[in-house]
């Protein structure tokens, strides 16, 4: 059973999902992908995960790097997952770019070479905004490229983490 919830970001409005597990989705309300992987069947639940997510979020927006994790559960595929746990180890206020990610996969699979376009691809599918930094992720050149929440919300969030966002 998938539940939801709703926070009021000063970014927009989010819709956040969990079941029994973890966090399943943060999205910005209209982003690109929104509530993609959302079960049809899900109940709106004030449930204590939420109330950790809100809380982290709280501090986040705050301009703050909160010092706890929440419980997440990724429900992508396995590579998408594998991007996903990569994005989390992203500094607060540090940026990487999609070929050092693809760069990283393709050390940790033994391969020559992985796809940036494909990471990419993956990080555009992240479900749980914000809390999986996908916005610390700009193309080789320092460009601001791709956020499915908007590149201006992409801005914003760097802006708050004080991260260096010109090459």
Known sequence: MQYISHYSSPLGDILLAADSVGLTGLWFEGQKYFALNLDKEHVEKE????AEAKRWLDIYFSGKEPDFSV???????EFQNEVWELL?????????TYGELAKRIAGKRGVKHMSAQA????IGH???SVIVPCHRVV???GSLTGYA?????KVKLLELEKADIIP
């Open 126 to 128: 992240n479900n749980i």
């Open 88 to 96: 989390l180890a992203i500094p607060y206020g540090q940026t990487t």
């Open 47 to 50: 449930i204590p995960l939420f």
């Open 139 to 141: 193309g080789t050149n």
């Open 71 to 77: 419980p997440l559960h990724f429900t992508g595929t």
């Open 149 to 153: 929440g908007g590149i201006d919300k």
């Open 119 to 122: 990471v990419g691809g993956a």
